[in-house]
């Protein structure tokens, strides 16, 4: 008897605000896109995987091989999954997938024994827009659907982030994999990554338009200085705790108990308290050596301080600390744009919320995050009457710019820009509705 076609589908993200803070445990805003990736899976019984990607530029990517080639005498191991994977990079890509039905082997006990899947991705690579967490919750979605596995609350995002994390071997947030699962169009989606605390989404307001130009320059997720920036906030957070008179011995501890100060979040330190309590504390930059010498491990678990490496400690830090503060600003501007008839009152909001845009744009570049490319887009963006705020997103170094817009003048605005844009880089560079 033939087996069912499994059908599954999850739109990328536009972040809007709360980008990089989600490690640190901020406050995040995102919207769901109308691209999406939509999966067709039928189950097999030989082990046999047959995997064709078409991707969202029109290459098509294809995978033939056996399914326990990533196990390790039988069993699910990460490290050893993230090394078969890493050992044949043509086909590393699919490592996304197929990561999916290793974590709910080990995870949920399901007896994966192949399948022919078929990916179509709207959800374009390397532009920042959560297209690996697509790919990832939608898979998981069409694997859970073969095998009747329920869920509870957020744990599907949270398996997709473990495909990420320990079989890819990419160190993102939680916060992809949640927008993507959980994201609805028109609507933002706040989430306190402590870390997977979904709110209620919100209605964004007819008039406000949070819209996405690609850059041109590739996002990776995985590259060096993502990696570094996100190192660096979690070596900071270890000066913090050893400030408050833990040692190496009672960091581990406290994180096993679950007591580490600010429940282990940057985000949790208020902006006074910090100045007043740690800022002083930190430095510009630290050799990895030093840190590891005076301080030890960080609570991070899925990066690793380098000790050849000079990490920019003081500003990977403050970032986060910020920006959470930056975003509940943000929401709250946003939450009363409905109830403010007043135009000048309205503008005024509008106008607040475009500077938190820009205060978070220039903190990633500080950070060592910005490009030349976004910053000019943000800047030309912000010539255009009815584009009240613009920023980088998700992990910066490239990818998307976000940008908001006001009425139909700025709907028209965004678009003039992105003509514009295209027609001086001489690319096809995506919008983001």
Not at 138 to 158: C, D, G, H, Y
Not at 162 to 179: F, S
């Amino acid at each position: 008897m033939n087996e069912p076609i499994i059908k599954a589908s999850a739109p990328g993200r536009l972040d809007v605000m709360g980008g990089i803070a989600d490690y640190s445990g901020s406050l995040v805003l995102q919207k769901a896109i109308t691209q999406q990736t939509f999966v067709e899976l039928v189950l097999r019984n030989d082990y046999q995987c047959y995997i064709v990607s078409q991707l969202s530029g029109g290459e098509s990517l294809i995978f033939n091989g056996d399914f326990r080639d990533y196990l390790n005498s039988s069993e699910v191991q990460y490290d050893y999954a993230q090394q078969k994977f890493k050992q044949h990079q043509p086909s590393a890509w699919v490592a996304y997938i197929l990561g999916c039905a290793l974590v709910l082997q080990k995870e949920k006990g399901i007896d994966f024994r192949g399948a022919d899947m078929k990916l179509v991705s709207q959800v374009p690579n390397g532009k920042g827009v959560a297209s690996s967490a697509s790919v990832e919750v939608a898979s998981m979605q069409a694997i859970a659907k073969a095998f009747n596995l329920t869920f509870s609350s957020t744990e599907l995002p949270v398996l997709a982030q473990r495909v990420e994390n320990l079989i890819v071997g990419a160190p993102c947030g939680l916060m992809d994999q949640l927008a993507s699962c959980f994201g609805k169009p028109g609507t933002l989606l706040p989430i306190v990554c402590q870390p997977d605390q979904v709110k209620d989404s919100i209605e964004i307001p007819k008039d406000i338009h949070f819209i996405g130009i690609d850059s041109g320059i590739r996002h990776s997720v995985a590259g060096a200085s993502y990696s570094d920036v996100r190192c660096a906030a979690f070596m900071g957070y270890a000066i913090v705790a050893h400030a408050l008179g833990l040692n190496n011995h009672d960091v581990i501890r406290s994180k096993k108990l679950g007591t580490l100060p600010y429940n282990g979040y940057l985000c949790n330190i208020t902006i006074d308290e910090f100045k007043q309590r740690f800022e002083h504390l930190l430095p510009e930059s630290i050799k990895g050596i030093t840190f590891l010498e005076q301080y030890g491990i960080t609570t991070d678990s899925v990066t690793v301080v380098d000790p050849d490496k000079t990490y920019q400690v003081k500003a990977c830090t403050i970032h986060p600390v910020y920006e959470n503060y930056r975003v509940q600003q943000f929401l709250a501007c946003l939450a009363v744009l409905d109830t403010t008839p007043n135009t000048a009152d309205r503008s005024g909001l509008i106008k607040q919320m475009g500077t938190y845009m820009l205060e978070t744009h220039e903190s990633y570049s500080i950070c060592g995050l910005g490009t030349v490319r976004t910053d000019t887009i943000v800047k030309l963006a912000l010539t255009k009457k009815g584009i009240a705020g613009a920023r980088i997103t998700g992990g910066g170094n490239g990818g998307t710019v976000c940008m908001m817009a006001t009425g139909e003048e700025g709907l028209t605005a965004v678009h003039e820009l992105h003509r514009e844009l295209c027609e001086h880089y001489g690319e096809d560079l995506s919008l983001f509705l």
